[in-house]
């Protein structure tokens, strides 16, 4: 299994600013996925974060608005950029450990953002 | 249109019985398909995993079915306990080794045990 540290665990943020979100894991991992969970909403896939290289963003998700870093194995953040009030969600990283694609995800705790 | 689909509603069940929670999905074709468990304020945590190709996985008291043909994931708990309670969530991967990690997920069922 994974240990994953996500900072902050939950902010309270104004209309217009930006909020960096990082993840931490304990141990060095081949993929890194950030996901958004709306209120009363399933979880949706924003971007793969991928080690030395830019993210890999999913429909509907650009970088201006998610840029994402990964500079290294272990770590990475995503950054909620210009927030809206509809940007008030979970943010969620998660992981796939080793090598050997057993599907499994581990999930961080999440950090809850409310834009005001 | 693409859709993957629980009962919204919440589940609630007496301590002891088995829960059975539906996941449909429509426009699909999952190489596997998992169960999470989530709890108020926490990351989902995995539950179960079944491929195309299986009709049935067991975990403990756990046990998940899928039949492609219904385009249905059955996830059955027995003797379910109160802390049993959480909310449970679907997923489907599609085929394709770009894909591994995206899963794409139903919105939940809430269930209750009530002891």
């Known amino acids: 299994s994974a240990v994953i540290s996500q900072k902050p665990s939950r902010d309270i943020c104004q209309r217009g600013t930006s909020l960096t979100i990082q993840c931490q894991v304990d141990?060095?991992?081949?993929?890194m996925f950030w996901y958004r969970q709306q209120p009363g909403q399933s979880l949706t896939l924003i971007a793969t974060a991928n080690q030395g290289s830019e993210a890999t963003y999913e429909s509907g998700f650009v970088i201006d608005k998610f840029p994402i870093s990964r500079p290294n194995l272990t770590f990475s953040t995503l950054t909620v950029s210009n927030m809206s009030p509809e940007d008030s969600s979970i943010y969620l990283c998660?992981?796939?450990?080793?090598?050997?694609?057993?599907?499994?995800?581990?999930f961080g705790e999440g950090s809850r953002l409310t834009v005001l | 249109s693409q859709k993957i689909e629980q009962n919204s509603e919440a589940l609630n069940i007496q301590e002891g019985k088995t829960a059975t929670l539906t996941c449909n999905y429509t426009?699909?074709?999952?190489?596997?398909l998992q169960w999470y468990r989530q709890d108020p304020g926490r990351g989902p945590v995995f539950l179960l995993l079944i491929r195309e190709n299986e009709k049935e996985k067991r975990k403990e008291r756990l046990k998940v079915t899928f039949d492609t043909t219904l385009k249905q994931s059955l996830f059955h708990i027995t003797a379910s306990q109160p802390a049993d309670s959480a909310t449970y969530l679907c997923?489907?991967?599609?085929?394709?080794?770009?894909?591994?990690?995206?899963?794409?997920f139903g919105q939940g069922t809430t269930l209750q045990v009530k002891p």
């Open positions: 997923a489907l991967v599609r085929h394709g080794s770009g894909n591994t990690g995206k899963l794409i």
């Open positions: 998660s992981v796939i450990l080793g090598t050997v694609n057993t599907g499994e995800l581990f």
């Open positions: 426009n699909y074709s999952p190489a596997y």
């Open positions: 141990s060095q991992v081949t993929m």
